[in-house]
Nanobody, 124 residues
């Protein structure tokens, strides 16, 4: 059974930084793409970033491009999201997710496994 556990959320002032981490267990982590999504109150869950199984390809939502960086450590079975220049509109619950294949994707319905989420709050 695949398990994803996020950590690193918290409260930060606008302009600050946070680093989220996701630990994966239950399958061969290095063979699969990974992604981050977020959901703000009253809104749909939306794509934030995705990374291929090698780490060679990375996709970002336009709203976070240039501010967020996704990375992975296949030796440690972790994927991270470095968030810089945070804005109040980045406030949301952030979820780590894994698709069932190695194919990198931005579509949330193509992800089968989800973590429990970690809250990120950016104050103005």
């Amino acid at each position: 059974q695949v398990q994803l556990v996020e950590s690193g959320g918290g409260l930060v002032q606008a302009g600050g930084s946070l680093r989220l981490s996701c630990a994966c267990s239950g399958r061969t982590f290095s063979s699969y793409a990974m992604g981050w999504f977020r959901q703000a109150p009253g809104k749909e869950r939306e794509f934030v970033a995705a990374i291929s199984w090698t780490g060679g390809r990375r996709y970002y939502a336009d709203s976070v491009k240039g501010r967020f960086t996704i990375s992975r450590d296949n030796a440690k079975n972790t994927v991270a999201l470095q968030m810089n220049s945070l804005k109040p509109e980045d406030t949301a619950v952030y979820y780590c997710a894994a698709p069932p294949t190695s194919t990198i994707t931005t579509r949330k319905y193509e992800y089968d496994y989800w973590g429990q989420g970690t809250q990120v709050t950016v104050s103005s």
